[in-house]
T-cell receptor
Framework: NAGVMQNPRHLVRRRGQEARLRCSPM?????VYWYRQLPEEGLKFMVY????????ESGMPKERFSAEFPKEGPSILRIQQVVRGDSAAYFC???????????FGPGTRLTVL | DAKTTQPTSMDCAEGRAANLPCNHS???????VYWYRQIHSQGPQYIIH???NNETNEMASLIITEDRKSSTLILPHATLRDTAVYYC????????????FGKGTRLHILP
């Protein structure tokens, strides 16, 4: 059973470009969580999604950031018009509808030049 | 904000037991204590969790005090690969509950 997959593992963007980060949850998992880790800091919750629904987006910046988890395909975290402060590691986690345990992916490291 | 307090860093000799403390004096009756760790540049890894009884699995043991206001994660025979940041987290048993990470303890295993 493959773990949580994230791609790309590393992403470089120039200021003003868009960044798209993908997360494929573990097989059978219907819950996806996104977290951000700024350099030398702990992980911060961003958003929690189930298929086609955003359940909790209390950690999402109000502008430029959006997330989706369509019926088919991976969850997408989209950052529009990136700025240098968006440079961070973005981790995705998934869980089932029955378990409290979140399994984390390897992360996407975004660098904004 | 995280509801836990952990030392910033700790050292442990390879082969010895690593004991990582955590204070959670405001824990609620239905909240569990979880431990995760993050090895450099990797995603967090679940270690163990418990409510009030001591727990043990293949990775570690979790000792929770009787009043549940503190706990200790024990790695019985630490290896260099156990060098990581260890996060103690208090969560309710609700699958929708996001994880609130604190700063954790940076554990250095010394050869």
């Amino acid at each position: 059973n493959a773990g949580v997959m994230q791609n790309p593992r590393h992403l470089v963007r120039r200021r003003g470009q868009e960044a798209r980060l993908r997360c494929s949850p573990m097989k059978g998992h219907s819950h996806v969580y996104w977290y951000r880790q700024l350099p030398e800091e702990g992980l911060k919750f961003m958003v929690y999604l189930q298929k086609e629904n955003i359940i909790d987006e209390s950690g999402m910046p109000k502008e430029r950031f959006s997330a989706e988890f369509p019926k088919e395909g991976p969850s997408i975290l989209r950052i529009q018009q990136v700025v240098r402060g968006d440079s961070a590691a973005y981790f995705c986690a998934s869980s089932t509808a029955l378990s409290y345990e979140q399994f984390f992916g390897p992360g996407t490291r975004l660098t904004v030049l | 904000d995280a509801k836990t307090t952990q030392p910033t860093s700790m050292d442990c000799a390879e082969g010895r037991a690593a004991n990582l403390p955590c204070n959670h004096s405001t824990i609620s009756g239905n909240e569990y204590v979880y431990w995760y760790r993050q090895i450099h540049s990797q995603g967090p890894q679940y270690i163990i969790h418990g409510l009030k009884n001591n727990e043990t699995n293949e990775m570690a043991s979790l000792i929770i005090t009787e009043d549940r206001k503190s706990s200790t994660l024990i790695l019985p025979h630490a290896t260099l690969r156990d060098t990581a940041v260890y996060y103690c987290i208090v969560r309710s048993p609700n699958r929708d509950d996001k994880i609130i990470f604190g700063k954790g303890t940076r554990l250095h295993i010394l050869p």
